[in-house]
Each structure stands twice: as C-alpha cells, then as structure tokens.
C-alpha cells in the first residue's frame, strides 16, 4: 500500500481550498514553486489546520546554511515532508538532514521526471546517461548524508528499492490511470505499478485535476494504491 499526495497545482489558494472541500478521503496534499510562491506560509497553516499532511516540494539547491534556513522554516510551520535537490552536495544534504530535526521527511531529488537520457546527459555535460544508475547513486548518497529517502520515476523504483534501507521513502510523481495523458513528464506510471515496484508515497496531479468528477478520479487512484496486484 501506498499513499496517495495531491500536487495542488492550481491558481490559488482558494481554489485549492475548494477543491479540497470535495475531497474529504485525502490526507496528502503537495505544493510545490508556483502556489507556494503566491500563498506563502497561511496557506500552509491552513492545509495543516485541515489535518492534512502537507508535502512541500520546493526542490532547495543553495548553500548549506541557506537551506538549512528554509527547512527549519518548513519544519516550523508544521510541514510533514519537504525536498532538496541531491545535486546540492553531501554537506547540504547533512545541513538540511540536521535542521529536520526527525520531525520534517526530507526527500533528496535525484533526475526529474521531464527528463530523458539525453536530456540530463546534455544538462550535466556527459555524453552517456544510466538514469537508473544515476538515481541509485544519487539516492545512496542521500540517505547516508541523513535524507529519509527520495523522489524518482517509476522506472528507477525497482533498483532503489534494493539498494536503500527498507524504511527508506520513495515518492513517485507522474502518477496517471490507463486512460490519462503524460503530459510533459516522460517517466509516467499507473498508481499499481509504482505501489507494486516499491513506492511508499504516489504524486498525482492533473488526473485529479482536471477530472469532470475529482473525488471519483481520486477514489480510483486511492484504490489502486492500496490493491497494487488487482
């Protein structure tokens, strides 16, 4: 079984609210960059003051002290889960771990899902891409730096899995039903599949979004979650 977190990527923070009236079975939200940067921390405040487990994915890739800051600002305001880029280092990552105090799940984000092989080759200048070896090293390197576990696609599930602790988090955005577009994510997943392969937390955005009916798109997904071999 998996959790399901809704990536509230919308307008604002009214709407998200309004959506969220409709949806009384969720327990995770997300906000990421754009809503954050709008709402600010009330936001957060009332996601949280709902019971909700709020998942604030703003990716921090800055000097040790600098995102040390953010997370003991995140931690502060009663955030559940958060993430920085692993690309940061081995001391941000031990900073960030340290300033989480065991109350924050920090999350290191290793290859982002809109990226391909060669994508992320020309990104960081190599000529030949593993992206599965990429996210395996990326991952061991934070969770010995003191990170709780990692975000990766649904294809690097399996390998992480292996190569991790088993208490170890592994979120997986990309998210989508059979039926659902990819959109401008290239490593996409069913909810079954990533719960199958090993994720303990599933990221599902514009299938719920954008449904005709939000709270039966997310009924299903739920489902999936917690009967990964049906």
Same mark, same amino acid.
């Given at each position: 079984?998996?959790?399901?977190?809704?990536?509230? #990527?919308?307008?604002?923070?009214?709407?998200?609210?309004?959506?969220?009236?409709?949806?009384?079975?969720?327990?995770?939200?997300?906000?990421?960059?754009?809503?954050?940067?709008?709402? !600010?921390?009330?936001? &957060?405040?009332?996601?949280?003051?709902?019971?909700?487990?709020?998942?604030?994915?703003?990716?921090?890739?800055? &000097?040790?002290?600098?995102?040390?800051?953010?997370?003991?600002?995140?931690?502060?305001?009663?955030?559940?889960?958060?993430?920085?880029?692993?690309?940061?280092?081995?001391?941000?990552?031990?900073?960030?771990?340290?300033?989480? @105090?065991?109350?924050?799940?920090?999350?290191?984000?290793?290859?982002?899902?809109?990226? #391909?092989?060669?994508?992320?080759?020309?990104?960081?200048?190599?000529?030949?891409?593993?992206?599965?070896?990429?996210?395996?090293?990326?991952?061991?390197?934070?969770?010995?730096?003191?990170?709780?576990? &990692?975000?990766?696609?649904? #294809?690097?599930?399996?390998?992480?899995?292996?190569?991790?602790?088993?208490?170890?988090?592994?979120?997986?955005? !990309? &998210?989508?039903?059979?039926?659902?577009?990819? @959109?401008?994510?290239?490593?996409?997943?069913?909810?079954?599949?990533?719960?199958?392969?090993?994720?303990?937390?599933?990221?599902?955005?514009?299938?719920?979004?954008?449904?005709?009916?939000?709270?039966?798109?997310?009924?299903?997904?739920?489902?999936?979650?917690?009967?990964?071999?049906?």
């Amino acid at each position: 079984m998996a959790e399901v977190v809704l990536a509230l #990527d919308l307008p604002s923070g009214t709407e998200s609210l309004r959506l969220l009236d409709r949806l009384p079975d969720l327990r995770w939200v997300k906000v990421g960059s754009v809503l954050m940067t709008r709402e !600010g921390a009330p936001l &957060i405040c009332a996601l949280a003051g709902r019971g909700l487990r709020v998942f604030l994915d703003l990716k921090w890739h800055d &000097i040790p002290n600098t995102v040390a800051g953010a997370v003991s600002a995140a931690r502060e305001l009663g955030v559940s889960m958060a993430t920085v880029h692993t690309l940061g280092g081995r001391t941000m990552m031990e900073g960030a771990a340290a300033a989480a @105090g065991g109350e924050l799940a920090l999350l290191g984000v290793t290859v982002l899902t809109s990226h #391909d092989a060669a994508s992320y080759g020309r990104a960081t200048g190599r000529t030949e891409v593993l992206l599965a070896e990429e996210v395996v090293r990326q991952a061991r390197e934070a969770t010995s730096a003191g990170l709780a576990g &990692i975000v990766c696609s649904s #294809d690097e599930v399996g390998p992480v899995r292996r190569a991790l602790p088993r208490t170890a988090l592994l979120v997986v955005p !990309g &998210i989508r039903r059979e039926t659902d577009a990819p @959109g401008d994510q290239v490593r996409v997943a069913t909810a079954a599949e990533a719960a199958r392969a090993g994720a303990t937390h599933l990221v599902v955005g514009r299938p719920v979004l954008h449904a005709p009916d939000p709270a039966h798109a997310l009924h299903q997904l739920l489902e999936e979650a917690r009967c990964p071999t049906s």
